[in-house]
């Protein structure tokens, strides 16, 4: 099956059903219980600086834990895996001292989805996740200083425009801008895809999915859940959702905002309730299906709204 094939299919199901996309490898890894020697590998054995806690770098370390959280997410019934490149952008890599990482981890961890994506006799599609980095581009970082930055629009292009290329040359059939807590940094990612297609000739197909960050149901950068539509409308994406930050009973107002004013296909993927004291959730799998079921049975996601 080629991607075009796959990019068809998925097109195609998503006018008749429910698509499953996979559940967080964060939480997954976690379960794993890796001490600083499993991040470093043997490759990385003797690097000065601390890198326990660099999920992205599993991907060159522990390829069979990724690759076999990819398969249980499969398994369990997802057609849409992501690649394990959330923070695989210089930004985030800088905390490790590994930025020259950035394409490497990127093409390599599209790579191992891609396998484990054609091990199966049914459509399976990899998205290449552009995670949000850990800096924003629209705020200050100095309460003092309303027009400091740590970051520009352009730094941003460049990162998105490296690890758009690497994904789609390991293997990605959709990318997708994920974790959105500031709209202009969705912007750069948004502007290197276009970028990317110009390039090489590709149609890039794209999925969004933004973050609201407490009960007032704004975006960290102060944008409601229709605002944040409207200033990405325009990229014409294939999905656009809201994940992470609230459970799923909290995100369910937000997302039947959303879905009341997007015009193309609706996304959804909460946190398993909110983290406790501990940093772990207590919502268990059989409440978190319930609930997240019932967004189908209303509606909620996978509709397509042309009155807009």
Not at 20 to 43: F, K, N, V
Not at 168 to 180: F, M, P, R, S, W
Not at 190 to 196: G, M, R, T
Not at 205 to 231: H, P, V
Request: proline share 4%.
């Amino acid at each position: 099956m080629t991607r075009d094939d796959r990019i068809q299919w998925l097109e195609s199901t998503l006018t008749e059903s429910i698509v499953i996309l996979d559940g967080g490898m964060g939480t997954m890894i976690q379960g794993a219980g890796l001490g600083e020697s499993d991040y470093r590998g043997e490759r990385f054995k003797d690097f000065p600086q601390d890198l326990k806690g660099n999920n992205d770098l599993l991907t060159l370390t522990q390829p069979e834990l990724i690759a076999s959280i990819h398969k249980a997410y499969v398994d369990a019934g997802a057609s849409i895996v992501e690649t394990n490149t959330f923070n695989a952008n210089r930004p985030s890599m800088a905390d490790y001292a590994m930025e020259d990482l950035v394409s490497e981890l990127n093409r390599e961890a599209a790579k191992l989805a891609r396998s484990v994506a054609d091990s199966y006799d049914r459509p399976v599609l990899v998205a290449g996740v552009l995670g949000p980095t850990n800096r924003t581009c629209s705020i200050s970082p100095d309460v003092n200083d309303p027009g400091a930055r740590n970051i520009t629009f352009n730094q941003l292009v460049d990162t998105y425009t490296d690890a758009t290329r690497a994904l789609l040359e390991g293997g990605a059939d959709l990318i997708l801008v994920e974790t959105i807590f500031d709209t202009l940094n969705a912007k750069a990612a948004l502007f290197a895809i276009d970028e990317v297609a110009r390039e090489t000739g590709i149609q890039i197909r794209i999925m969004i999915s933004g973050t609201i960050t407490d009960a007032s149901g704004r975006t960290l950068s102060g944008q409601t859940t229709e605002a944040f539509w409207f200033s990405v409308r325009h990229a014409k994406p294939l999905t656009i959702g809201l994940n992470c930050a609230l459970g799923p009973k909290e995100l369910r107002p937000f997302l039947s905002d959303l879905s009341r004013v997007a015009d193309t296909f609706v996304s959804a993927h909460p946190n398993a309730g909110l983290p406790n004291q501990f940093g772990e959730y207590d919502l268990d799998a059989a409440e978190m299906s319930e609930i997240v079921a019932e967004y189908g049975q209303a509606g909620l996601v996978n509709p397509r709204n042309t009155s807009v």
